[in-house]
């Protein structure tokens, strides 16, 4: 507007400003990094690397996400088969939006609330999907314990530190 633009030697100003990276330092895992992965004996590994994998929703989404939030998307022909799931992202936000999921991904996350409501956890569509670890033996008798049933949520910063620690 005030023609400074002549006065500006931008030429020399770019000459001492750092060189732009035109990629990110981080990159999407590997299907063998994806496998090693899921081999660690925490049993919520597969949940989290599957639903992130297959839905690309960034760390701290899973801090939002409550079991009625992944909502399964059966077959046409057979309704006992699940295609996919859809998953519902920062729900209630103005963020919110929808992904999906593949069947692998739903049955893993399934599979994680049925141990759950099997050691004692009344699981409801309010249940997060990601909680703290409890003692899932008793220690002195070998049988399962019911210490499940207290949840509290798991932050992001704690599933973090867990990828990082396999």
Known sequence: MNDIEDLIHWNKIKISMPKVK???DDMAPTIDEIRKLVEYNDIRIKPIVYTMASSGIRLGALEY????HVIPIRGENDFF???AAKLIVYAGE????????TS???????QWMDLRK???ENVTGESWLL?????TRNKRFGE???????????????VKTMLSRV
Not at 65 to 68: H, P, R, T
Not at 94 to 101: D, K, L, M, V
Not at 147 to 158: C, V
């Open 94 to 101: 103005a963020e919110q939006y929808y992904t999906f999921i």
């Open 131 to 135: 909680r703290d670890m409890w003692e």
């Open 65 to 68: 996400l409550k079991w009625k």
């Open 104 to 110: 692998e991904s739903y049955h893993s996350l399934e």
């Open 81 to 83: 088969i699940i295609k």
């Open 22 to 24: 035109e990629f990110a």
């Open 118 to 120: 099997r050691h004692g």
């Open 144 to 158: 399962l314990n019911k210490q499940a049933s207290n949840p509290t949520k798991f932050n992001s910063t704690g």
